[in-house]
C-alpha cells in the first residue's frame, strides 16, 4: 500500500545538505522525515505543546548542541508558531552576513534552553561527537543496548516522547569509507522496538533524518535504510526520481 506523504519542503533533488540546506521534509501522521535535521524542532512543535510535560530521546551520531553563540541565537528566534519557510529562513547578522538562526548542530542546544524545563525524561544516544548538552543530567546509553530496550524506554509513564533520530547513528568511520556498522537484524529490532511503542501510543512525535552528507554513504544507502524501518510502521518510503515543476 503507498503511503500519501505530505511534502512540506517538496523535494529538491539529492543536492548537498550541510549545515543548513533543506531538500526535503515530509510527513505521514506523526511520523516526519527530512534530510536536514535543522527542521526537527518545527516538526516536534506541529505534534506537541513542548511547555507542557513530554520526553525525549536522542538517536543520533551528534549531541547538535552547539552552544558558541547560543545567546545570540535566542535574540533572534523564529516565532514558534512560525510556518516551515519562516522557521528555516530565519537568520541574525553575523560578521556582515546573514546567518541562519537554526542549523544541524544548534537545534537542540536552543530547545534545551527554551524547553528543557518541561522534559520528565532525556535519553541520549550519540559518540560523543560535539558539544556536550546544555542540560543537567541527561540519561546516556551505549549502542548495544538500544535494540532490546528502546520499546522498554519508551514508556507510558513518560509520554508523550519525542523520539529523534539520525540515521548516522548507524554508520561510523572505517579507514577511507563510511560503513553501517550494525547488522540489518539490529535495524530491525529498533524499527521493532518503534513499532511497539506507536501501537502503544507512547510516541507523540517521530522525526527521522538521513543526513546524507559526510558521515553517512550519502543519498541511496539512507533512502534505503529509512525505507527498511518506516516498513515496520506500515508506511512506504521513496524519494521522488525527478523534481516536479513548481
Not at 3 to 23: A, D, L, Y
Not at 145 to 151: D, M, V
Not at 165 to 191: G, H, N, P, T, W
Not at 193 to 207: E, F, H, Q, S
Request: proline share 5%; glycine share 4%; aromatic share 14%.
Amino acid at each position: 500500500m503507498t503511503t500519501e506523504w505530505e511534502w512540506i519542503v517538496p523535494f529538491k533533488g539529492r543536492n548537498h545538505s550541510g549545515s543548513i540546506e533543506q531538500n526535503f521534509l515530509c510527513r505521514a501522521g506523526n511520523v516526519y522525515v527530512m534530510d536536514n535535521h535543522r527542521a526537527a524542532l518545527w516538526c516536534w512543535l506541529q505534534e506537541l505543546d513542548l511547555t507542557a510535560p513530554h520526553s525525549l530521546i536522542h538517536i543520533d551520531r551528534h549531541p547538535d548542541a552547539l552552544q558558541s553563540r547560543l545567546d545570540e541565537w535566542l535574540k533572534h528566534l523564529p516565532s514558534w508558531t512560525a510556518g516551515i519557510d519562516a522557521y528555516l529562513g530565519q537568520t541574525y547578522r553575523s560578521d556582515d552576513f546573514d546567518c541562519p538562526v537554526i542549523r544541524w548542530d544548534n537545534y537542540l542546544s536552543i530547545y534545551l534552553r527554551e524547553f528543557g524545563d518541561s522534559l520528565t525524561t532525556f535519553r541520549c544516544l550519540t559518540h560523543e561527537d560535539g558539544d556536550s548538552l546544555n542540560f543537567g543530567h541527561p540519561m546516556y546509553s551505549s549502542p548495544w543496548e538500544l535494540p532490546e530496550n528502546l520499546s522498554y524506554w519508551l514508556a507510558e509513564r513518560e509520554a508523550p516522547w519525542i523520539v529523534n533520530i539520525d540515521l548516522d547513528y548507524f554508520y561510523c568511520q572505517f579507514e577511507s569509507d563510511i560503513r553501517k556498522m550494525v547488522s540489518d537484524e539490529y535495524i530491525d529490532a529498533v524499527a521493532s522496538g518503534l513499532k511497539d511503542a506507536m501501537d502503544r501510543g507512547t510516541i507523540g512525535v517521530l522525526t527521522l533524518c538521513l543526513t546524507p552528507d559526510s558521515f553517512t554513504p550519502g543519498w541511496a544507502a539512507t533512502e534505503a535504510l529509512a525505507a527498511r524501518i518506516l516498513e515496520q510502521l506500515y508506511l512506504t518510503f521513496q524519494l521522488p526520481d525527478v523534481i516536479e515543476p513548481i
